[in-house]
Nanobody, 126 residues
Framework: QVQVTESGGGLVRAGDSLRLSCAVS????????MGWFRQTPGKEREFVGV????????YYSDSVKGRFTISRDNAKNTVYLRMNSLQSEDTAVYYC???????????????????WGQGTLVTVSS
């Protein structure tokens, strides 16, 4: 199994920067991608960005492209979300997400699973 735990949220002012961390534990060798999502009350969870665990390739939503950067430190089993030029619209609970694969039988069949963190609140004051 894989577990993820976010940290780093807080209260910042518009224009500030903040870095969130997501620590991955368990069978980290089974992880193949890590993503960040965010959610505000009354709205659906929104995709922010994703990073391929092995290659480091990233992909971002249009709303954060150019301002947010996802990186990883495989040695520390940690993924980061660097957020620059924060705006009030970025206020949300940010969730870390991991996709990983497990072997389900002796023939080696695999199944993809996912896990979510508990979320960390980012509040941007205008």
């Amino acid at each position: 199994q894989v577990q993820v735990t976010e940290s780093g949220g807080g209260l910042v002012r518009a224009g500030d920067s903040l870095r969130l961390s997501c620590a991955v534990s368990g069978r980290t060798e089974d992880v193949f991608s890590m993503g960040w999502f965010r959610q505000t009350p009354g709205k659906e969870r929104e995709f922010v960005g994703v990073i391929a665990w092995n290659t480091g390739m990233t992909y971002y939503s249009d709303s954060v492209k150019g301002r947010f950067t996802i990186s990883r430190d495989n040695a520390k089993n940690t993924v980061y979300l660097r957020m620059n030029s924060l705006q009030s619209e970025d206020t949300a609970v940010y969730y870390c997400h991991a996709d990983y694969t497990v072997v389900v039988n002796v023939e080696g069949a695999r199944r993809d699973l996912e896990v979510w963190g508990q979320g960390t609140l980012v509040t941007v004051s205008s």
